[in-house]
């Protein structure tokens, strides 16, 4: 299975644009499965709640997930991305997972990072786990890497592959996903965006590229570059995931001692 990172720069509110650049990127590739950053349509820094109200859409009816749905039937890939999504007068930072038969599902980040708590609700759907017939994708959103338990969720709820588009501000989190991976014996692919905002004035985000794809060891696939749009492509075989032992003696899961965990 080829799986592939969209490392991009988007323009602030140009949609079109951002789109177009999406689709000229992927349409030059071949590859399965492709993950885009978060917010890959809008640009990352709202003003306030209003401005991104302006800017979101609904899923699945809006035109960012119809443009991003022709793409997967074009290519015949699936593809995972981050935008934002309204839903009545609530607006979500929200993932879209779509393939060459339709839509198949959204996710609602559920740890908002900074101002965004300004902007979105916080999520309200579970973390998910999407059966795509060769393997199972879990989907996360950026800052919720921070949060083990995200990961977590998805690999006991039978994720091969956990997907996650980002926005990347903190400089751990490329280290901190080999971790993740290793842990939860999952592949991870981290696609993120390069640039800096500046929208609000002395509010600078400058977003650390860096996009990686890590297998279930933790050894790194692919690293991209801190500041350049690139697309990147790698073999795997997904099935690897599939498999927790450690040694003969122990297994990730199958030596967990739930019954001595803190839960809540
Ligand atoms: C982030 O969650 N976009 C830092």
Redesign the pocket.
Known sequence: MKIGIVQTHPVFGDIDRNLKKITDLISSQSADLYVLP?LCTTG?QFKDRKEALALAESIPEGPSTKKILELAQDTQAFLIAGLAERNGEKVYNSAITVGPDGFIGCYR?A????A?KNCFSPGDTPFPVFDLGSTRVGVM????WRFPESMRSLALDGADIVAHP?????PDCPQSMITRCLENGVFAITADRVGAEERIPGQTMKFIGQSQIVDPYGKVLARASQDKEEIIIVEIDPQKARNKAINSNNNLFEDRRVDLYRRG
Do not use: P, Q, T
């Not at 959103?141 to 919720?144: L, M």
């Open positions: 978060e990352y980040k740890h908002l990072f900074g965004e959103i950026c800052f919720d980002s926005n990347l501000v903190l």
